[in-house]
């Protein structure tokens, strides 16, 4: 039922990050505030399809 999924940037473009989540509970995109290296600071990352 888990799915990889990736995460992309929404302010540089940037697919860094790579995890899984459970289509059946959470069916709408995944976003989340992780570590930009471009931006140097924390950025929204939000799900690529």
Do not use: D, H
């Not at 473009?13 to 790579?18: H, K, M, Q, S, V």
């Not at 931006?39 to 939000?46: I, P, Q, S, Y």
């Amino acid at each position: 039922m888990r799915q990889n999924i990736t995460l992309e940037c929404v302010e540089t473009g940037e697919r860094l990050y790579l995890t899984s989540k459970n289509k059946r509970n959470t069916p709408e995109r995944l976003e989340r505030k992780k570590y930009s290296p471009k931006l140097r600071k924390r950025a929204v990352f939000r799900e690529v399809k």
